[in-house]
C-alpha cells in the first residue's frame, strides 16, 4: 500500500512541529486515505500483514552538494524539501546549511579546524531550522536501525538521515518499503530503502557508485555503503579520522560500532490525572 505525502499535507507537518504538537497519525491517513491518489483505506486488519510503501521523495526535493565536503549541508537541504511545503535548491542556502551544522558540532578532540561537519551538527541544525525534533541514535544491527528509521517516517512522515561509509558521508532515507505497515505492528522487517545521495552521480571508487535520486535499494545494496560507525572518528564531509586516547570514536563513544541515523520523532504531550489537556 504506498503512501507519498506531498503538497499541503507538508506546512501542517512544519506547523505541528513548530507549535510542539503530538501528531496521533501521520498526515496522510488523516481520514482513513492510505494513498491521496487512490483512495486506498487504510484498516487494522488485513493492512497489516500486507507489503507497506512509504514514499517521501517528490521531483525537485533532491539537491547535489555544490563541493565534495558539503554532504551534510546537502541533505539537510534535501531533508527539508521534504518537511517543508517549497523546496529550496540554491547553493546559497546550502552553504547555510552547513556551516550551521559546523557551528553546531563541536570541536574536533585533535583540535583541527573540520573541514565538513558532524552527525552532531546535522541533528541540531535540523532541530534549529524547525524541521524537528531529529535526534542521533544507532543499533549495531542493520535490520533493526531500518526499523527504527521506517517506523519514525511512519509516525511523523518526515525523512530520515544514514550515516555512511563509517562516518565519512551522509545521505538521506526518503521512504521505504516493508513486510508491513509499522504503523500497525511492530512484527515487520524493512525490505527496501529510497534514498538520496547528494554525491550523485560521483559515488567513490572505494564504495561504490551513487544511486540515482529516489531508487529503491534492497537491504544486500544498501548494507555495501550502510555500515557501522568507525571506532576512529571519520565525520561526514572529508575530515581525516582520529582517535581517542581509549581508542574508542572520540566525542562519539556510544556510536561507534553502530549503524547511525538522524531520526526524527513525535512529541507527545502527558497531561496529569485531573487536568485536561489544553
Known sequence: MPVRVR??????????????????????VVGGSGNPRSGSPVGAGSAAVKPFTLDLYGRGDFVAQTNFVQCVGASMQMMLNMIRPENDRTAATQLDLQNLARSTSGQRP????????????????????????????????IGAA?????????????????LMWRGRHAWVMAGFTATADPRLTDDFEVTSVIVLDPLYPYGSRTWGPSPRPGAALSVESLARQFVP??????????????????????????????YVIVMPYALTRFVRPGHWAS
Open 229 to 258: 560507525r568507525g571506532f576512529h572518528t571519520s565525520l561526514p564531509g572529508g575530515d581525516a579520522p582520529t582517535t581517542s586516547p581509549t581508542g574508542t570514536s572520540a566525542g562519539y563513544p556510544a556510536l561507534a560500532g553502530k
Open 146 to 162: 531500518l526499523r527504527l528509521a521506517a517506523r519514525a517516517m511512519r509516525e511523523t512522515n518526515r525523512p530520515v538521515g544514514l
Open 110 to 141: 585533535d583540535g583541527i579546524v573540520r573541514k565538513g561537519a558532524s552527525v552532531r551538527g546535522w541533528t541540531a541544525g535540523l532541530n534549529i531550522l524547525g524541521g524537528g525534533p531529529y535526534r542521533t541514535t544507532g543499533s549495531t544491527d
Open 7 to 28: 503538497g499541503p499535507h507538508r506546512l501542517l507537518i512544519v506547523l505541528a512541529a513548530t507549535l510542539g504538537l503530538a501528531l496521533a497519525m501521520p498526515l496522510s
